[in-house]
């Protein structure tokens, strides 16, 4: 079992920042592919972008390509996401998520989920 705890929510104005920070343990050791979705009131959860298990690729949803950053410490077992220039429309409820397998995180399905962190951006 992977324990995932996330935080750095809360609310900012158009074009501001935020880092959101997924912390996991139990069982850390596993060749994990970590990813972050989001989702808004009303609306399907999406996927916001993901990163490999060595920290080498990542992969963006077009909409927060340029703006987010995904990056990983795995000395710290931290999952991390820096969204810049932040719009309303990325206003929902941010939802760390791992897997070992990547297709099985790229499609919504992955195995271990954290309870989820609201951003709220007002224009």
């Known amino acids: 079992q992977v324990h995932l705890v996330e935080s750095g929510g809360g609310l900012v104005q158009a074009g501001g920042s935020l880092r959101l920070s997924c912390a996991a343990s139990g069982r850390t050791d596993g060749r994990y592919v970590m990813a972050w979705f989001r989702q808004a009131p009303g609306k399907e959860r999406e996927f916001v972008a993901m990163?490999?298990?060595?920290?080498?690729?990542?992969r963006y949803v077009d909409s927060v390509k340029g703006r987010f950053t995904i990056s990983r410490d795995d000395a710290k077992n931290t999952l991390y996401l820096q969204m810049d220039s932040l719009k309303p429309e990325d206003t929902a409820v941010y939802y760390c998520?791992?897997?070992?397998?990547?297709?099985?995180?790229?499609?919504?399905?992955?195995?271990?989920w954290g309870q989820g962190t609201q951003v709220t951006v007002s224009s």
């Open positions: 998520n791992v897997d070992e397998s990547p297709a099985r995180l790229l499609s919504g399905n992955g195995n271990y």
């Open positions: 990163i490999n298990y060595s920290g080498t690729y990542t």
